[in-house]
């Protein structure tokens, strides 16, 4: 069975940090592209950052680009999403996600974690 674990979620006051962590099991990601997605409470999904398989290119958000940073480590099945500066406005459901059907920003990809709820208070 093929799972996707966020983990790293939390409470964290506006300006601090967190960084979330994402491991796969069942089955190995090394050779596919991965995505962080949120989703705040009425709104829709929306693409954050994504990274290519190997690392080289990651793609980000206007909305995030300077303040978090996605990595890989194939070697452990793991993406990560580091946070800084964060904002109210960064409240949000955050969701792993692995495996594009198409462009890195579409939400169409074939593997989905359960989500990390990260709350920024001001």
């Not at 996707?4 to 962590?21: I, K, P, T």
């Not at 990560?80 to 960064?90: A, H, I, T, V």
């Given at each position: ?11 964290v ?20 592209a991965?995505g962080w ?37 194939n ?11 964060l ?6 459901v ?23 709820q ?5």
């Amino acid at each position: 069975q093929v799972q996707l674990v966020e983990s790293g979620g939390g409470l964290v006051q506006a300006g601090g940090s967190l960084r979330l962590s994402c491991a796969a099991s069942g089955r190995t990601f090394s050779s596919v592209a991965k995505g962080w997605f949120r989703q705040a409470p009425g709104k829709e999904r929306e693409f954050v950052a994504a990274i290519s398989w190997n690392g080289g290119r990651t793609y980000y958000a206007d909305s995030v680009k300077g303040r978090f940073t996605i990595s890989r480590d194939n070697a452990k099945n793991t993406v990560f999403l580091q946070m800084n500066s964060l904002k109210p406005e960064d409240t949000a459901v955050y969701y792993c996600a692995a495996d594009p059907r198409t462009s890195y920003s579409n939400p169409l990809y074939n593997y989905w974690g359960q989500g990390t709820q990260v709350t920024v208070s001001s």
